[in-house]
């Protein structure tokens, strides 16, 4: 897909056109890439990311990985920086190197040692090709019997007109199944020739012949292609001239004034709304009330394993009080209660804000909150694909009584969940959630608004994102040229405001995953999946990469070496920078028990106090509310800049931190590297479900008595941090040292230890 980016350089994304096995054909295709002025920057799975730029020439150099998701070895990376190879990304089962010198050495010298490379490259072959061979058989019988059945009846089908579309179907079938079964046999026949040829002793041939293949590639799909083409022609005749008995017999029964299935009900309403119409898979499982999960705050606990499609295990609600699987019909008493809590409080009728993220669900929660909220009175304003921390601003700047996010954060796809906030931008008072728990998990009946009350919908609200983003501009007071950065959007609510935010910068910015399907939101991506922005950032030469969470609410930093910037460096870097201004209130900086000893460290060095909170960024906001202070947060990437937002904001974080690198005049790593960072040592011990369990374990004389003896051999030169989950079965043990071998020490006894109690 083509973009530009904020030099107007054009960027795009291709496919390998050639079998990824072949591999010499891979590195020529790469080099020509390069030659014409198509410079890869980013690879993911099988595709490449390339921006036009200046011909350059350049080599190429693919090596297999040794492990299903291997972890490149930094010595043996800085090993080929050394020898100038610099490593570019991953495609498919390959790491690709690249290098600018023509008089560096080969990564590769000995064909015999390269071929030894390949053995779990053939292995994973091996297994791919019968399973690949047993899938094509399947679909090959499942084909066969198709077309069995439709001759069947032929004459039913002659009769409707329809023949052709008897004729396409099998042909698009057939022309898919071959394209898979020769793409399979290409990729064996490849890697079985790769290895043989370099255990063999005889060298790669370089540069390698690929046109023909090529061509061979492009004819098949185009042939492909073309088929679907008429299929789908033939399709649309038949439904406009000739409707099928399917069509007539559902015809007939709304006609008849009898109830039309449920699938197409749902259809009609989501049409209504401009919304796209739902998978039947999705629309089946919402419909039924889900039973809750458990009874008592005490005993909610994240259930094991994969969840239900739409389902939320224990992602908070509204409180801990709500463990429910996540449905349209509890979205909707869910909008219900928190319009009659407000409408009780305002004694009014209550303006609400929605904002979602781009999970698949979203939209079909969205639709049953503003039901629910219009139900009994309330108005909506919804603002479409819009980041958490935009939600709580626009709903201050409009005036509303309280703003819900529609967001699960960083999880996956399948899991969603919905967020609060009140008029001033913040989470609701305790005294507020519980009243809305209270209506939702007794059961009460609402009353509904009478015709004349019902809650209006107001619409236009997408152009209040453009609000959103003057209002991030106005927190720059500096002059970013010539900064090129990348950023990382997961797929997720910032897709909707980061491109056009960074684009208004007088900086360099390319971005990446801002192609959300509903799916793949946090996919591989993200602030949780920071791999693919490190390599993009060091291949692209760029100064900082940046990444966002699902919702955007935090986020996490890569400097120009690749390496992690977590939300500790960014608190200890803003704050110095802040004290430098005469903005640091209190001279403090408000963290999590969970940060880092080196945030500790870096506070007592250079003047500062550091006031340390439970987990969990609400914990930091109201320390920071009741004492005044200016900046908190957590490790995880969640940053409080109190002089612009009400809560933790990804984009804030990253133009404050932009802005504080232009001034330090430093790269990124020097400038994070200002804050050390311990190596820390993480365990969780599963405990069993009952309740109490949790509460007696740390409450063990014996447990307090280890921890102190263990603490005491540290010296002050580490810390230990044991509390039990607030979601889960388990207890955290958290051990800080000044090597990774005692912190794995102390935290192994430790845990030891709890299990046998």
């Known amino acids: 897909m083509g973009a530009e980016n904020s030099h107007g350089q054009s960027s ?11 591999v010499a054909a891979v590195e020529t295709w790469l080099e020509d890439l390069a030659r014409k002025g198509e410079n890869p920057v980013c690879f993911t799975g099988s595709r490449v990311d390339l921006l036009l730029d200046e011909p350059w020439e350049c080599r190429f150099r693919l090596q297999p990985l040794q492990r299903w998701k291997e972890a490149l070895d930094p010595e043996r990376v800085e090993a080929y920086r050394s020898m100038g190879w610099r490593l570019v990304g991953q495609l498919g089962p390959f790491w690709v190197w690249r290098c600018d010198d023509p008089n560096a050495p080969e990564l590769d010298t000995d064909p015999v040692v390269q071929g030894e490379g390949y053995r779990y490259l053939k292995r994973r072959m091996i297994f791919r090709t019968v399973g690949g061979g047993l899938i094509w058989l399947a679909m090959t019988a499942y084909f066969i019997l198709a077309v069995a059945l439709s001759a069947a009846s032929l004459e039913n089908i002659l009769r409707n007109a329809s023949w052709l579309g008897f004729v396409a179907a099998p042909l698009v079938a057939a022309a898919l199944l071959t394209i898979l079964g020769v793409q399979l046999w290409l990729d064996a026949r490849n890697t079985w020739r790769l290895w043989k040829t370099l255990t063999a002793g005889v060298p790669l041939e370089r540069p390698k012949p690929y046109r023909r293949q090529l061509r061979l590639g492009q004819l098949a799909w185009g042939a492909a292609l073309v088929i679907s083409v008429l299929n789908l022609v033939v399709s649309i005749q038949n439904l406009d001239g000739n409707p099928s008995d399917w069509d007539h017999a559902a015809r007939t029964v709304y006609e008849a004034g009898e109830r039309p299935p449920v699938q197409m009900v749902l259809a ?46 224990y992602y908070r609600m509204l409180t801990a009080g709500l463990a429910r699987t996540l449905t349209a019909e509890l979205a909707f008493h869910v909008g219900q209660a928190v319009a009659a809590v407000l409408t009780e409080k305002k004694g009014s009728r209550p303006l ?12 079909m929660l969205e639709a049953a909150l503003m039901a629910g909220i219009c139900s009994v009175g309330g108005d909506v304003m ?8 935009a939600v709580a601003f626009l709903t201050v700047q409009q005036r509303a009584d309280a703003g819900i996010v529609i967001s699960a954060s960083h999880n996956p796809y399948a899991y969603n969940g919905i967020k609060v906030f009140n008029g001033q931008g913040y989470k609701l008072s305790d005294e507020m959630e519980e009243q809305v728990e209270r209506l939702i998990l007794d059961h009460v009946r609402l009353q509904p608004a009478a015709d004349s009350t019902v809650g209006r919908r107001h619409h236009g609200m997408h152009a209040l994102q453009s609000a959103y983003i003057r209002h991030l501009l106005g927190s720059i007071d500096c002059d970013l040229t010539g900064l090129r950065v990348l950023v990382d959007c997961a797929n997720g609510a910032a897709s909707a405001t980061a491109p056009d935010l960074f684009r208004a910068l007088p900086l360099h ?24 922005l490190a390599r993009g950032v060091v291949s692209g030469g760029y100064d900082l990469g940046i990444a966002f969470d699902g919702d955007a609410d935090r986020c996490l930093l890569v400097d120009e070496k690749g390496q992690t910037i977590d939300g500790d460096k960014v608190m200890a870097v803003c704050a110095s920078e802040l004290k430098r201004q005469g903005k640091l209130s209190g001279n403090t900086v408000v963290a999590t028990v969970m940060s880092n000893l080196g ?8 003047g500062l106090d550091l006031v340390c909170t439970a987990v969990g960024d609400r914990h930091v906001l109201e320390k920071m509310l ?22 933790g904001d990804g984009e804030l974080t990253a133009l404050q931190f932009l802005q504080t690198l232009r001034r330090s005049g430093v790269p990124a790593s020097r400038l994070a590297a200002r804050c050390p960072q311990y190596p820390q040592e993480l365990i969780n011990v599963d405990v069993p ?25 540290l010296n002050g030169q580490g810390r230990i941090l044991i509390r039990p989950s607030g979601t889960e079965a388990l207890i955290r043990v958290m051990v800080e040292a000044k090597t990774t071998e005692i912190a794995h020490q102390v935290a192994s006894v430790l845990a030891d230890f709890i299990k046998k109690l």
């Open 689 to 713: 479900h009952t309740p109490g369990v949790k509460e007696r374990i740390m409450a063990d004389e014996g447990l307090r008595q280890e921890t102190r003896r263990w603490e005491e051999k």
């Open 599 to 606: 945030l500790h460290e870096y506070c007592r060095e250079n």
């Open 268 to 313: 009609d309403l989501t049409a209504l709304d401009g919304l796209e119409p739902l998978r039947t898979e999705v629309q089946e499982k919402s419909l039924p009330i889900a039973p809750e999960m458990y009874a008592a705050r005490q005993s909610a606990v994240l259930p094991d394993g994969e969840q239900a499609f739409l389902q939320t295990a």
């Open 626 to 647: 009741a004492d005044g202070f200016a900046i908190g947060g957590e490790q995880s990437g969640h940053t409080i800049f109190r002089e612009y937002a009400t809560t």
């Open 12 to 22: 795009y994304r291709k496919s390998c056109p050639i079998s990824i096995y072949d």
């Open 352 to 363: 609400v804000t929605i904002g979602k993220d781009t999970r698949i669900s979203s939209d």
């Open 509 to 532: 910015a390319d971005f990446i995953h801002t192609e959300p399907d509903g799916v793949n939101i946090n996919n591989g991506c993200g602030s949780t999946h920071l791999e693919s």
């Open 382 to 389: 919804p603002l479409g694909t819009i980041p958490t921390p």
